[in-house]
């Protein structure tokens, strides 16, 4: 059974800081993707990385897939309060998302 | 930017009855899933959809589920006798090429209370 496991799972820190947050297999991925969800609100895709040791970078968020597509991490570099939310990695394989558990990310102002 | 919508919102069902979850996925997509959350877990793989026919589904796909495309335009879920554990929220998610890669657009959801 493939499992992807994320932590923190808890994560609040004070706007301006840097944060690193990861997901973690012992499969190997086809791709890996992050979403991230509000309350109430279905995932809405961030990135996908699908070569191993790729890094992608949205603005202030920096996505990297491992070299052995097993894991992956996200940075924030200068958190901002409206970075606060939810953060799931997905990881692709065959025809489905196995999904993590998610970190659940406060930026206090 | 295309959304895909999911209707109702919110719904409350009694046990062993029968509930029809409905979404409308982004026009020139083809590829449809069901995905379920329960509270507090990780979200889950149900099904996929395409060329009007299942193509993969999870083991929590049993013969209580059903999907159907009964129009050009809306993607059902339908559940034939719903029981506590069915509480969730139901996530519909589209795809223009099928390609995990490449992503999905999920829909809001619909949560359901079995009661």
């Known amino acids: 059974t493939q499992l992807l496991e994320q932590s923190p799972q808890f994560l609040s820190i004070q706007e301006g800081e840097n944060l690193t947050v990861y997901c973690n297999s012992s499969s190997v991925f086809s791709s890996l993707q992050w979403y991230r969800q509000e309350p109430g609100e279905g995932p809405v895709l961030l990135v996908t990385v699908v070569t191993g040791g790729e890094v992608k970078k949205l603005k202030r968020l920096t996505f990297q897939f491992g070299d052995a597509r097993k894991d992956s991490s996200l940075h924030i570099t200068a958190a901002q309060p409206g970075d606060t939310g939810l953060y799931l990695c997905a990881g692709g394989s065959n025809y489905q998302l196995i999904w993590g558990a998610g970190t659940k990310l406060i930026i206090k102002p | 930017e295309p959304e895909v919508t999911q209707t109702p919102s919110h719904q409350v069902t009694q046990m062993g009855q029968e509930v029809i979850l409905r979404c409308v996925p982004i026009?020139?997509?083809?590829?449809f899933y069901w995905y379920r959350q329960i509270l507090g877990q990780k979200v889950e793989f149900l099904v996929s959809f395409y060329n009007n026919e299942i193509s993969e589904k999870s083991e929590i796909f049993d013969d209580q589920f059903s999907v159907e495309r009964p129009d050009g335009s809306n993607f059902t879920l339908k559940i034939r006798s719903t029981k506590l554990e069915d509480s969730a929220m139901y996530f519909c998610a589209s795809s223009e090429t099928g390609a995990i890669r490449n992503g999905y657009t999920f829909g809001s959801g619909t949560r359901l209370t079995v009661v």
């Open positions: 026009s020139n997509h083809l590829y």
